[in-house]
């Protein structure tokens, strides 16, 4: 998890408190969704399951589902029409893996976290594809 900013007349240990105190309790917020959808043929799809993981341990009150349409029984909302698709409480947020900090940015809006207490997001480790 990236170390919180500096908050003026906090220390860093108060800023981590606060941020873990704040990041773990989903009902401040009420309940936010990040569902992925992915298929077997997609090869960006490896990248997007990563990324989905790593929002769970960045946001442990984000609720995430990765669906896999390749698997019997899946089923494809019809606004999803290409893998993998990463939307945000019901809101299609990117098709295809989305940069990091994009992701990141929607999620706390989304949560309603500012950026200037918890500090930028970190930058994106998955490299562009060419």
């Not at 990324?51 to 769970?56: D, P, R, S």
Request: charged fraction near 20%; charge should be negative.
């Amino acid at each position: 998890m990236p170390a919180p900013a500096n908050v003026s007349g906090m220390t860093d240990g108060e800023q981590r408190a606060l941020y873990h105190q704040v990041m773990n309790k989903p009902h401040v917020y009420g309940s936010v969704h990040l569902d992925v959808y992915v298929a077997a043929h997609c090869w960006q799809c490896a990248d997007a399951r990563e990324l989905a993981h790593e929002m769970a341990g960045e946001f442990p009150a984000l609720h995430i589902q990765i669906f896999d349409l390749d698997q019997p029984g899946a089923e494809r909302p019809a606004a999803v029409f290409a893998v993998p698709t990463f939307v945000l409480n019901e809101k299609i947020v990117s098709l295809g893996t989305p940069f990091r900090q994009d992701l990141v940015r929607d999620i706390r809006q989304a949560l309603e976290v500012k950026p200037e207490v918890f500090g930028e997001p970190r930058k994106n480790p998955i490299p562009a594809q060419e």
